[in-house]
RNA sequence: GCUGCUAUAGUGUAGUCCGGCCAAUCAUGUCGGCCUUUCACGCCGACGACUGGGGUUCGAAUCCCCAUAGCAGCACCA
């Protein structure tokens, strides 16, 4: 039985972090959380544990553009789902006076100017490594360019605020990189505003703000680190220790909340919480534990190589988290009735759990038919077990299939290697549909399955499921996996 | 095109910083067996990898160079 013996992987020591840290989870609120944010949201609630500190939600909302209201309050519940250790919550939006304040002070310092070059020109002169007219603009008239951004003197796209970093960086990402953008349209659901900073500048007053001390985050960040150092190198801040794990991906399944909002407004998909999504309400729903993500995530740690996430791994830990607490029950899909002659009357009583006889058993009257897989009924001639009642004997396959009773000795039944099959009692039979990622499937299941409403159980010989809706007409459950 | 990161079995991962104890760890998977009134759980066993090529060295998964492949960035997204 039955101890999940979850050894889980100890992540490699931070450095600097054995005073206590200060870390933070700044998802954009466009959409529920999936198991990409999943993996930084853990890693890093993993070493607050491990350390101690705080452990600060930033919800990154300065893009109007990528704010869906409703995933303010989505992305509250994944967390709570997935238990993560919050201490402090802020939203960008709220502090946008701050950004402000900084913004000024950073084009004080000279770090910074206002930009009102072409989008396109800015782009060439760029790659020349050539500086734009309005990067000799003086102080002053930067700062007067900024009181008129403020003001509402520019309209979308006509100026920006650019960092001053350095033209000749190898890197054409590094050089002049923007702060602020002015948008008219659309408007934010929080706060009214046509100034908006950019994730690199909004970000690294924040960190320094908040002091965060240890960042962990993919490498697609690798670029914004570097951007952001020098909006830290003007301020005269410390940076925090960074990290960055690799791009992860998990095979067959889009985790772009852009796309798969496309999916489910174009009807691909029922909703975000689709068992074909990778979205940890999706899991939810598949009655995959949040503790099976953790391990999940925890066991590809913080590496930084790229990887393609298997739902094998998933799946192995959750089934140490569910096999030993879940109830066994019979579901046969695509029933067929079997009429079973010279079977005396008698009433099963199968366990709920294999090696917890304490949990008690169901209870299975058989009275001369029993519903099983139509995939069971093979040959005539073929001997079958039903579980936890007798043995059989096929006499004819057909549309109504008959079979023979030959006695209840399992010693018998495993001797001739009989199948030990599922089966339902006709008249105690309640409709289910089992929802996969690949098809639904139509079938029975016992009475006692509407008991479990939101538990996971075991389908024996078929697998585990979450009991989803139990309904007048019937129950619909939400495969898990084997 | 420019810049950077990475490369261990089907998948994930340890080892790489400080070369030898690595004929390479653990998990998962697959196969076989045991247990078992589930094709679950548990137990036993097997399978399976250092991207390629040079170099340094007595000795390289580990250091250096080249190649190849993948990824990321070069947005008025995060």
Excluded at 51 to 57: A, C, D, E, P, Q
Excluded at 225 to 244: C, E
Excluded at 317 to 333: A, E, L
Excluded at 386 to 399: H, P, R, T, V, Y
Aim: hydrophobic share 35%; glycine share 8%.
């Amino acid at each position: 039985m039955a101890r999940p013996r979850v050894h889980i992987k100890e992540l490699p020591p931070l450095e600097k972090a054995e005073s206590g840290v200060v870390m933070r989870f700044a998802p954009n609120p466009s959409g529920p959380l999936h198991l990409g944010h999943a993996r930084a949201a853990v890693l890093n609630d993993a070493y607050v544990r491990r350390y101690g500190g705080r452990y600060v939600l930033r919800i990154e909302d300065t893009d109007p553009k990528r704010v869906d209201p409703e995933a303010y309050r989505m992305v509250q519940e994944d967390i709570g789902w997935l238990g993560l250790n919050i201490t402090d919550i802020v939203y960008q939006s709220d502090r946008f006076d701050l950004y402000y304040k900084y913004g000024r002070e950073l084009i004080e310092r000279g770090g910074a100017y206002v930009c009102t070059c072409d989008n396109e020109m800015f782009r060439e002169l760029k790659q020349a490594k050539t500086a734009c007219p309005c990067r000799s603009a003086e102080i002053e008239d930067n700062l007067e360019s900024w009181e008129k951004m403020l003001g509402g003197e520019f309209y979308e796209g006509s100026a920006s605020v650019r960092v001053r970093t350095d033209l000749d960086h190898p890197d054409p990402a590094m050089r002049d990189y923007p702060a602020f953008r002015i948008l008219n349209s659309p408007p934010h659901p929080r706060i009214e505003a046509t100034v908006y900073p950019l994730m690199n500048f909004s970000v690294a007053v924040d960190d320094h703000l908040l002091g965060i001390t240890h960042v962990i985050r993919g490498k697609d960040h690798i670029a914004n680190t570097r951007r952001q150092r020098y909006i830290f190198d003007y301020f005269g801040w410390d940076v925090p220790v960074y990290r960055h794990y690799g791009r992860m991906g998990i095979e067959g399944v889009v985790l772009s909340t852009s796309q798969m909002r496309e999916g489910i407004r174009s009807g691909v998909y029922h909703g975000w919480d689709d068992i074909r999504l990778g979205t940890l309400r999706a899991f939810a729903r598949r009655g995959i534990k949040p503790e099976a993500v953790r391990d999940a995530v925890m066991d590809i740690g913080v590496g930084d190589t790229d990887i393609s996430f298997s739902w094998e791994n998933l799946y192995a830990q959750n089934k140490n988290i569910i096999d030993p607490v879940s109830n066994r029950y019979f579901f046969v899909p695509d029933p067929v009735m079997v009429h079973i002659s010279d079977a005396p009357r008698q009433v099963a009583h199968p366990l709920l759990h294999p090696g917890q006889d304490d949990k008690g058993t169901r209870t299975l009257p058989f009275n001369e038919s029993v519903l099983v897989p139509s995939s069971e009924i093979k040959d005539a001639g073929t001997m079958i077990r039903l579980k936890d009642l007798f043995n059989i004997m096929i006499e004819s396959a057909g549309n109504q299939p008959q079979a023979v009773f030959t006695g209840d000795s399992l010693a018998e039944a495993r001797a001739s290697k009989a199948q030990i099959i599922q089966w339902l009692p006709v008249e105690n039979a309640i409709p289910c549909r089992l929802l996969t990622q690949e098809g639904d499937l139509e079938g029975v299941c016992e009475p006692g399955v509407m008991k479990e409403e939101g538990n996971v159980v075991q389908f024996e010989r078929v697998g585990f499921a979450r009991i989803d809706a139990v309904k007048p007409e019937g129950i619909i459950a939400y495969f898990s996996h084997r």
